[in-house]
């Protein structure tokens, strides 16, 4: 269990490292943000390097833990379209996700270090996964093995995955309600015809 100068520590490196990305982040001002000092964030977690993955990790408890977005598939499984249904629990999972948690796995994707690139995969994978197998758990059994779910489900997780981490600056509201709304016209057209043409 953290302790809440940890959490608050943790907080403002998530913030900071999504703004300033990993070589440009300033402990200084990542000691303002958290309201401490430059001291106490090294005594805690010793080096730069190990501050970033405990925020990555943080990140992916917090926005790509499958427990939490299978509960999300399952809020509302009952008595709708298969297709409405994912597109729901998608657009759920991607409104919770903050850009901030966006920003800071894909700085881990696209880096050098493999463990930080192999720890990002996997939280994406994790979600692919899910809705590759509630999709095929669905299907009548005459499409299973028609169906390329798993093709769908990363396209889906990750064309809303790249919708979250553009716009790295504090946006508007307008601008926040606008890619809420290019991200409801993806999951509608997936719906409608992506999930259909993958079956």
Known sequence: MRSDNEGKILDAAIEVFAESGYGD????????????????I???FKSKEGLFEESL????????????FAL???????????????SAALLRWYAAMPRSSARLLAQAWLSKNPKWRQMADSALDSIISILATTIERQLPKRQQDKADARTASKTAVTI????????????????EKDQAREAETFLDYWSRHGFASAV
Do not use: Q, W
């Not at 992916?60 to 939490?68: A, C, L, V």
């Open 25 to 40: 982040a300033n402990a200084r001002e990542l000691a303002r943000r958290a309201r401490t000092t430059t001291m106490t």
């Open 42 to 44: 090294y005594r805690i």
């Open 57 to 68: 990790r943080e990140v992916i408890t917090r926005s790509f833990d499958p427990g939490k």
């Open 72 to 86: 999300l598939i399952l809020e509302d499984i009952r008595g709708r379209d298969f297709g409405a249904i994912l």
């Open 160 to 175: 809303l995955f790249h919708l979250r981490m553009r716009r790295p600056k504090a946006s508007t509201g307008k601008e």
